[in-house]
């Protein structure tokens, strides 16, 4: 289960073989604050685009609700079931219930705190799939689904409900997401999608009685490590996990691709019994490339403090430098064609292409033809230039050089 904050990312789930996708609309999800949220009038085409890979749809709804939410809930619940989204991701009663009354299937959010299975009894009225919480071991979590199978608990569907993990992306300080620093330091509610992530700050500790600053070796005192589990996934699945949920509504398309598409190898290397060690590490180099706090693997093996990061954004290995967009593309010779606008691009060049269609595109430039001069080693800002990609790529496509993160910046 892949996100999608975007329509880039979500085709790039879709390129990358996910089963299904999740995203939110207007401002009742818990990235509400990202600029990258769709709106009631994409969920028509969000259907079509996912229907016709045969990919699932959630929308998620697991904000806190107030009164004055309610009539935009109701519109939105509206909507997804006239556009025949698949189910809605919550956590608010109100939605829950409103959700049940327009006869759309309902997943208990991990905001809900699912530790227990008389919770997942309690829920199962509701709903056909629970999100758990994040502060679970792997021994806990084949607990309660052993619980389900051994009661037969099931959903309004009439199926065992379905236990959902999350098995990659950026982790929070706080008891399964819900905090207050937030709203205590900036009146922007984390449990409204607004969170302004002070955890990711650097921090000093002061003695207030005599002025002593207490000595840390890590500024980062409340930022953790991404969760990682793709090491051990097929532990997850010998649990009984139905559901594998990749963080990252905000993150790139790049990320979206490269994290989906390690983890489908991993899941279908557990299917066909050729996981390894080896793989894993191969996956490992490709994750660390695009967006990461660094690596661990949560909680899932019971440890009661988590790792910190040493860094207040990305450790990934490599970065994405824009250097132009798309200008025309020639089908029967699959050659791309793009206007450099910033910095230079030559043979060899390691790039990407990216647009709301096209989703994310990776290769290396094997050749290059500049303006109509032919064959060239190099295209510079103004330059009109060609070089060959099996997929098609549009107007509104942007490319981008992939570079070292050690690398400077070049000059235009």
Request: aromatic letters at 8%; hydrophobic letters at 40%.
């Amino acid at each position: 289960m892949a996100p999608a904050g975007n329509w880039e990312s979500l085709q790039a789930a879709l390129q990358a073989g996910a089963d299904a996708i999740y995203f939110g609309v207007e401002q009742l999800n818990m990235r509400a604050r990202a600029t990258m949220n769709f709106t009631l009038d994409d969920l028509q085409e969000i259907s079509e685009r996912c229907s016709e890979k045969n990919v699932k749809t959630y929308l998620t709804m697991n904000t806190i609700v107030y009164d004055h939410d309610l009539t935009l809930v109701k519109a939105v619940l509206k909507s997804a079931v006239e556009a025949k989204i698949t189910a809605v991701i919550a956590s608010d009663h109100a939605v829950i219930a409103e959700a049940r009354r327009v006869v759309m299937e309902v997943h208990i959010s991990t905001q809900l705190n699912i530790t227990n299975l008389e919770t997942v009894r309690f829920y199962s009225v509701f709903a056909d799939v629970m999100v758990l919480s994040r502060e679970l071991s792997i021994r806990q979590v084949k607990a309660i689904v052993d619980g389900i199978k051994r009661e037969n608990i099931t959903g309004p569907s009439g199926n065992l409900v379905a236990i959902e993990v999350f098995v990659h992306g950026a982790l929070c300080m706080a008891v399964s997401g819900k905090c207050y620093l937030s709203l205590h330091t900036q009146n922007a509610s984390a449990n409204r999608g607004a969170c302004v992530q002070n955890c990711r700050r650097k921090y000093t500790v002061i003695d207030q009685e005599d002025g002593h600053e207490l000595e840390i070796d890590n500024e980062y005192i409340m930022s953790p490590k991404d969760l990682c589990t793709i090491g051990f996934i097929d532990q997850l699945m010998d649990a009984g996990v139905t559901v594998l949920k990749i963080e990252g509504r905000g993150k790139s398309a790049d990320y979206v691709k490269t994290v989906t598409q390690c983890y489908r190898e991993a899941i279908d290397a557990v299917d066909a019994g050729t996981f390894s060690q080896d793989k894993v590490d191969q996956w490992m180099i490709r994750m660390e490339e695009v967006y990461n706090r660094g690596y661990w693997g949560g909680y899932l093996f019971g440890k009661e403090l988590g790792e910190w990061t040493n860094a207040s954004g990305s450790k990934a290995k490599t970065r994405k430098i824009y250097i132009g967009k798309g200008h025309h593309y020639y089908p029967k010779s699959k050659i791309a064609e793009f206007i450099i606008e910033a910095f230079p691009l030559q043979v060899g060049d390691r790039v990407l292409v990216m647009g709301n269609k096209t989703g994310v595109i990776e290769t290396t430039v094997q050749s290059l033809h500049v303006n109509d001069d032919g064959a060239k080693e190099m295209a510079n800002k103004g330059d009109r230039c060609a070089f060959p990609i099996d997929t098609p790529i549009r107007t509104s496509d942007k490319l981008y050089k992939i570079v070292s993160a050690e690398t400077e910046e070049p000059s235009l």
